[in-house]
T-cell receptor, first 116, second 116 residues
Framework: GAVVSQHPSRVICKSGTSVKIECRSL??????MFWYRQFPKQSLMLMAT?????????EQGVEKDKFLINHASLTLSTLTVTSAHPEDSSFYIC????????????FGPGTRLTVL | AQKVTQAQTEISVVEKEDVTLDCVYE???????LFWYKQPPSGELVFLIR??????QNEISGRYSWNFQKSTSSFNFTITASQVVDSAVYFC?????????????FGTGTLLAVQP
């Protein structure tokens, strides 16, 4: 149980293009999902909290117009990196919190984004 | 303010050795959760344990054990008879209890290398 998937696992794109990353909870409903960014050999940095049916809550310093988050259903949240630039290259990880078990986040396998 | 400190950035042991990963936390909350996650080279974070602040009993799961000491604000993790497959980055994390978003505050991680 508590499986979270992410797609794609790796993406390489040209500067200026937009990239969409999907996060799905496969065997539970997630009213809340979280998006993190991780630079090499560093810890996870929370970017935003995604709530089903409402606007995402962004952490200080994260541009909401740059990183668009949509949580359209209880099993799917998407992160779109708009007009990507090389500095957006990173490892993006989502997590989902089981609606029936609010105390634990389960993580997806991550998406490696490389912007050329 | 909430903070998690993992003072050990890297640890290297030889297979079959025991190893303890330290975690010290700071919080003003009287109720909270503590977590350990494992991040192998593949990148996916694997949930290992959740402990709430009410329960100071130590826990053992196979070769893994955890020592929660509220008096010293520590939640240390011991791997007994380490194996090469234990090589990974291990993160300690803290979240509030029943809060609106239950954000996870991560430590900086400890890279464990188990040599054959």
């Amino acid at each position: 149980g508590a499986v979270v998937s992410q797609h794609p696992s790796r993406v390489i794109c040209k500067s200026g293009t937009s990239v969409k990353i999907e996060c799905r909870s496969l065997d539970f409903q997630a009213t809340t999902m979280f998006w993190y960014r991780q630079f090499p050999k560093q810890s996870l940095m929370l970017m935003a909290t995604s709530n089903e049916g409402s606007k995402a809550t962004y952490e200080q310093g994260v541009e909401k117009d740059k990183f668009l988050i949509n949580h359209a259903s209880l099993t799917l949240s998407t992160l779109t990196v708009t007009s990507a630039h090389p500095e957006d290259s990173s490892f993006y990880i989502c997590s989902a919190r089981d609606a029936g078990r609010l105390d634990t986040q389960y993580f997806g396998p991550g998406t490696r984004l490389t912007v050329l | 303010a909430q903070k998690v400190t993992q003072a050990q950035t890297e640890i290297s042991v030889v297979e079959k050795e025991d190893v303890t990963l330290d975690c010290v936390y700071e919080t003003r909350d009287t109720t909270y959760y503590l977590f350990w996650y494992k991040q192998p080279p593949s990148g996916e974070l694997v949930f290992l344990i959740r402990r709430n602040s009410f329960d100071e009993q130590n826990e053992i799961s196979g070769r893994y054990s955890w020592n929660f000491q509220k008096s010293t604000s520590s939640f240390n993790f011991t791997i007994t008879a380490s194996q090469v497959v234990d090589s990974a980055v291990y993160f300690c994390a803290l979240s509030n209890y029943g809060g609106a978003t239950n954000k996870l505050i991560f430590g900086t991680g400890t890279l464990l290398a188990v040599q054959p």
